[in-house]
């Protein structure tokens, strides 16, 4: 019983991914796997930096207003 159900996924899968291959070639569109997209080392890094250099401008200009002379 188990084993036929298996067998069917088995199955029905295939058919999806040849669906999908053939409505790709159909629209022209490239394939590509399902799931969530990884994100780059390099864009945390670069977030940090715009980070660090929005904290230095707010220190330098804004707080040195507000402090009482």
Do not use: C, W
């Not at 669906?19 to 990884?38: H, Q, V, Y």
């Not at 230095?56 to 207003?65: E, R, V």
Request: aromatic share 2%; net charge positive; glycine share 4%.
């Amino acid at each position: 019983m188990i084993d036929e159900k298996i067998a069917r996924v088995k199955k029905l899968i295939e058919q999806r991914e040849a669906i999908d291959a053939e409505l790709a070639s159909i629209f022209n569109m490239a394939t590509t796997k399902r799931g969530r997209p990884r994100k780059e080392s390099g864009s945390v890094e670069e977030g940090r930096e715009e980070r660090s250099e929005a904290t230095q401008k707010l220190q330098t200009d804004i707080l040195p207003q507000s402090r009482p002379s």
